[in-house]
């Protein structure tokens, strides 16, 4: 959440208002606890499962979350959450380097799947690499995920730093809500052509996987590049 909204300048977004929901009682997360926070995300409630209020729901939800591949499971809640206006935002896994590890629910053609990337514009030996298993290009786009400083849970001044696809998809999200910041009326497709249409592509040079070189876009490496939030956002000033 720090790298979404954060100040100080660890979040994309500083500002922006957030809810969450807690998906993983422990180190694992249950379908019937996430498919409760999908539900949840699309129409927020009380604590205590009253109150709902379906205009208080999120414009982008971030998942640092996922497992298994071709698993479509999570697909009815994502359709959801596409159909009430708010864009999934999915990292891609931790299963690299080898190629056909992308990971669900990021594999899915509903969401964005995020891919991690170095200091130096390479891919991050850990990020799961497409072709999906029914052989769609993933990830959709890269981020920042290796060695990236954000806010802690052990306390209200604590910050660490850690690597994972789990650190790029809040960047991809937090780049969401500052195009929806601009004009929001954006749609999905809208958000996603200005993230992968601005991305930048003069990437460190890496494998190929499914018949793709890194060095034509999309791949399975990078997918349409790595994210560019400046050109993302001048982009979405200039055309809406």
Known sequence: MGTIAGSGGIGVAPG????????????SCTENALNACGEFITCPTDADGSGADCSQAPDVCSNSWGGGQGDNW????????????????????????????????????????VGATTANDGVASFSSLGPSTSGAIKPDISAPGQ?????????????????????????????????????????????RDLLKDNTDR???????????????????????????????????????
């Not at 922006?16 to 180190?27: F, N, Y």
């Not at 990236?148 to 650190?167: F, Q």
């Open 74 to 113: 999570y697909n009815p809640i994502v359709s959801a959450w596409r159909a009430a206006g708010i864009v999934p935002v999915f990292a891609q896994g931790n299963s690299g380097p080898s190629c056909g590890t992308a990971n669900s629910p990021g594999d899915s053609d509903l969401v964005i799947g």
């Open 16 to 27: 922006a208002q957030w809810i969450s929901c807690r998906g993983c009682s422990t180190s």
């Open 202 to 240: 003069d990437l460190a040079s890496a494998n190929t996987c499914g018949g793709t070189p890194p060095t034509e876009f999309p791949n399975n490496i990078y997918g349409f590049g790595r994210a560019n939030a400046r050109k993302s956002l001048a982009a979405a000033i200039s055309r809406f």
């Open 147 to 191: 060695n990236v400083r954000s806010a802690w849970y052990t306390g209200d001044s604590a910050y660490n730093t850690i690597s994972g696809t789990s650190m790029a998809c809040p960047h991809i999200a937090g780049m969401t809500a500052l195009l929806l910041s601009r004009n929001p009326n954006l749609t999905y497709d809208q958000v």
